[in-house]
């Protein structure tokens, strides 16, 4: 079998043609077929250009076209009034007269003059806010290097400066500063501080080998008391798994907090281990805060009875191939690639150090929390 075309032998030529027909709306997969690539190979294409040039935006109909200032200049020549101008036009005399007297006035109006600088100032340079604002700057890129998702980071400088809009940014502003050519107001190798670490952002998954367990309890008799997130103390919980699914990190989040408590798994994850430090874990929380736990149907949690009766915390079951039903915990695994990316060794972290990142995540503010930290909602709670 030969070898796969990839982004690496295309011609420059073809990089082009790639670039203009994309630009031009064309699907990629069309695109793919017209020059006898892959589709994968236009989106690599396109990635090492950082991007297309973004279009050109259309113009408002609010705005005088070509069109309608070549019809002012005839009218000034003929005399009319703004009025007059306006009323053919369908157009206020106060628009056609700001158009002439910006324009060198009734005497030198020109309908090329006027879409000339039209076009001057529609293009004048502006210097980005993170550009022209070291203060601003320097908190954005402080938090970034926290792991703060740039939702995060524009919340929060709402919060702190919500009388100083030269203080607030939004988050598309800070991605475009990370990845958009032109726009790099923020040191770049900040993105790989991003969840993603990478500028596309592109759907990812992973497969989990399921058997059936004995006495499962399912998700279907949980009290309602979790389902509304209105008790602390109930837990969803799974496996970031490491290279070739030979270590892992066990995940809790508690879901009316989004607390996050992370579990040690030296000794490899089968049942017998992944029973004992979980117990080990959770008894480690105050009684009030050891309620339930959900999980998927992993054969690490093989030995869920064994657990309920040493911990007291009933462990309830998800659907096969139902990762939404652990919402928070699926949410928080992506958060934690961050830290622990796909396909290295999570062996070799202990749990001093999976403490300490527990800490840092939990003092990130969650929109969901209405951007609370999950610290301080818990906090909250126990007090």
Request: charged share 30%.
């Amino acid at each position: 079998m030969g070898r796969r075309p990839g982004a690496t032998n295309v011609v420059d030529a073809e990089r082009l043609e790639i670039r203009q027909r994309v630009a031009g709306g064309e699907r990629p997969d069309l695109i793919a077929a017209a020059l006898g690539r892959e589709r994968v190979t236009v989106f690599k294409v396109l990635n090492e250009a950082g991007g297309l040039k973004p279009r050109n935006a259309a113009r408002s109909r609010l705005r005088l076209s070509l069109a309608e200032r070549e019809e002012i200049s005839r009218g000034l020549r003929a005399g009319e009034s703004y009025r007059t101008i306006g009323r053919r036009l369908g157009r206020a005399p106060s628009t056609i007269s700001r158009e002439v007297r910006g324009n060198r006035g009734r005497g030198g109006y020109r309908a090329w003059r006027a879409e000339l600088r039209r076009d001057r100032l529609a293009h004048r340079p502006r210097m980005a806010r993170l550009a022209r604002n070291p203060a601003l700057r320097a908190r954005v890129e402080e938090l970034l290097e926290l792991r703060w998702s740039p939702q995060q980071i524009a919340a929060i400088l709402r919060r702190e400066h919500p009388c100083d809009r030269e203080m607030q940014v939004s988050h598309e502003t800070i991605y475009q500063s990370l990845f958009v050519q032109g726009r790099g107001a923020l040191r770049r190798e900040l993105a790989a501080c991003l969840r993603s670490g990478r500028a596309r952002r592109r759907p990812r998954g992973r497969a989990r080998t399921t058997g059936q367990i004995r006495d499962m309890v399912m998700i279907s008799e949980r009290p309602a008391e979790v389902d509304d997130r209105a008790v602390p103390g109930h837990w969803e919980g799974d496996l970031l798994v490491g290279a070739n699914n030979q270590s892992a990190i066990g995940t809790l989040v508690e879901r009316r907090t989004r607390f996050v408590l992370l579990v040690a798994l030296p000794n490899g994850h089968a049942a017998p281990e992944m029973r004992d430090r979980l117990a080990e874990r959770i008894l480690t929380l105050p009684r009030e805060l050891r309620r339930s736990l959900t999980w998927d149907q992993g054969r690490e949690m093989a030995e869920h009875v064994r657990f309920t009766v040493d911990t007291g915390v009933q462990v309830y079951f998800c659907d096969p191939r139902s990762p939404w039903q652990r919402g928070s915990n699926e949410n928080t695994n992506g958060l934690l690639r961050q830290y622990f990316p796909k396909g290295t060794d999570l062996s070799s972290h202990d749990q001093a150090h999976l403490d300490a990142v527990a800490v840092e995540l939990n003092g990130r503010p969650r929109q969901t929390l209405d951007w609370m930290k999950p610290s301080e909602a818990l906090a909250e709670l126990l007090r």
